[in-house]
């Protein structure tokens, strides 16, 4: 398995931009699909996207495509959640995630997650 650790959430205003990364740690981070989940108050924690290994596939929900984009470095150990456009109801914890080893993005997609981060706030105000 990964370690999972994010940074870049905060407070910023409805339409503004905000990056978040992920740092991983641990053997093979290629071979993981990668991806984010978010969790709102009092709300279940719901899937926001995932990349594939290569980074050449890509697979959001309705409600951020468009307006987020998922990017990885596999030489860096790294993944991104740009997020544009960014609206109240986009207010969460959001948390970086890891597949099992070997697994695909249908994985993340089914919420079948084999280490997660320790999540960051995003506060979007209107």
């Known amino acids: 398995q990964v370690q999972l650790v994010e940074s870049g959430g905060g407070l910023v205003q409805a339409g503004d931009s905000l990056r978040l990364s992920c740092a991983a740690s641990?053997?093979?981070?290629?071979?993981?699909?990668m991806g984010w989940f978010r969790q709102a108050p009092g709300k279940e924690r719901e899937f926001v996207g995932t990349i594939s290994w290569s980074g050449g596939g890509t697979y959001y929900a309705d409600s951020v495509k468009g307006r987020f984009t998922i990017s990885r470095d596999n030489a860096k150990n790294t993944v991104s959640l740009q997020m544009n456009s960014l609206k109240p109801e986009d207010t969460a914890v959001y948390y970086c995630?890891?597949?099992?080893?070997?697994?695909?993005?249908?994985?993340?997609?089914?919420?079948?997650?084999?280490?997660w981060g320790q999540g960051t706030q995003v506060t979007v105000s209107s």
């Open positions: 641990g053997r093979s981070f290629s071979t993981y699909a």
């Open positions: 995630a890891a597949s099992g080893a070997g697994q695909r993005m249908s994985a993340l997609i089914l919420g079948n997650v084999g280490s």
